[in-house]
């Protein structure tokens, strides 16, 4: 039988890094491609504890479909964690998600139409792209400094499409250890990026899975806080600072802004799994958080100073990095001209995987740059792996 694809999918691309992807559980490779949290961390004992009290104090509430917007317990304990973390919200501000990804989606159903504008980083989460991309939008890049997006050409572009008449959808923002780039927006450019938003009424995504993996001990205020919960509409997840395997995560946003997300929230999957917001509730509100992230801060520290440790030894001169305080990745340059994804098949025979840097970005560039996660591989095999990748680049250099 011949199917109908719909236009939608159609527009949902594959990329190279599905290239990477099938090397990955190849017996002893070195796997730097992934965003996965290291499980080690994963606090099992008490999440099977939690689980059963759940059942047999709430069992029926549980297994049963619950609320779009989010159990009220998950919601209240939501609104706790954010306290702790220095930001504010109230109930009508938050809706519970299956996870950012989830976010994304419902942002991209309700903002873009085909041929809708929005800006984003250069380069920005490939998940994103594919979630816009995929509604049919025009994405402008706006090129990523060492403190965060270029607000200059940001401004430039809004001013130009005003003159053009055409009204940009969202400005879509990683603050806080960017993933690919590792990058924190600094304060000024927080504030710029709040008043041209303000100006100019684009709204702001602020996607912030990293915000929590903080090395330095000082997190900036985020967008939604600087903003004053004004224009700003905050995607958050207990991916990394917990586990990703229950897929729980929030929007923070204004409540009419909440309310229309809630509704197509509605058409996707109804509800997230009740009995997972109810375990991680009681996560919460046993104030295990901050112990628990502290000890994947702990972690993530040690792994990005073997990372960037083993690249000073191990690298050529030729071979650019970030060097990032927090979050889980770090981005690499080559020389221009190269193409990191003619290396995979030679980093796989070594025994080390990483992400080509093109499908990051949303014009087809950084063909020359390539992502490396520090998280999940152990300490022993990142030294191996950056030995074996550095190998790789040294062997294309001279073929
Ligand atoms: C910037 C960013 N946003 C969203 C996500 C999606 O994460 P999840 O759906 O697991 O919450 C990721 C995952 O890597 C990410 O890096």
Known sequence: MELHYSLCSKRTKGSEIREVLKYTRLPGIISFAGGLPDPSLFPLDDIARISSEVLRDKG????????????????????????????????????????????????ALTHLDPNDEMVMELPSYLG????????????????????????????????????????????????????PAGVVMSLSKRERLIEISKRYQIPIIEDSPYREICFCGEVLPSLWTLSGGEGVIQLKTFSKMLFPGMRLGWITAEPDVISKLALMKQSVDLCTPTFNQLIIARYIMENRMRETIGRA????RQKNAVMITALREFMPGYVHWTEPDGGMFLWVTLPEGWNAADMIKTAAEKGVVFVTGRPFHCNEQGANTLRLNYSFPTIQQIRLGIERLAQTIGEYAKP
């Open 128 to 179: 994103a792209i594919q979630a816009f991309e995929r509604s049919g939008a025009i994405m402008h890049g706006v090129p990523l400094e060492a403190d965060g997006m270029n607000m200059d050409i940001l401004e430039e572009l809004v001013k130009r499409k005003e003159k053009e008449k055409i009204k940009l959808r969202f400005i879509y923002v990683i603050p806080d250890y960017q993933n």
């Open 60 to 107: 029926f509430l549980a297994l049963q479909y619950g609320p779009t917007q989010g159990e009220s317990e998950m919601i209240d304990a939501l609104i706790y964690h954010m306290k702790m973390f220095g930001e504010n919200a109230s109930r009508e501000n938050i809706c519970v998600t299956s996870s950012s990804q989830q976010g994304l989606d419902l942002v």
């Open 297 to 300: 801060v702990e972690l993530y």
